[in-house]
């Protein structure tokens, strides 16, 4: 049996809800939520895939969520660094 590329992707729809739910009552922030979903989850595309799902599921636009997700490391930049 092949692992998960994610400890949620065995969740049902209500269970992800569920889990969100007790996460912000619980004082998480978007980002720690995000930061466990995507625990041993490799590549960029597989991260972004994940990032903009559950950005759905916590009521947030996928582009500020991806934008907190780069902010927090969790996904690199599509801009090379700046030069100084």
Known sequence: MPNPKSATEWLTTSEKKSAIEM????????VEILRAVLANVYGPT????LIVEWAKRMSLDSSDALRIAQGAGLIPSSHPPRER
């Open 23 to 30: 996460a912000l009552a619980g004082g998480m922030e978007p």
């Open 46 to 49: 597989e991260r972004r895939r």
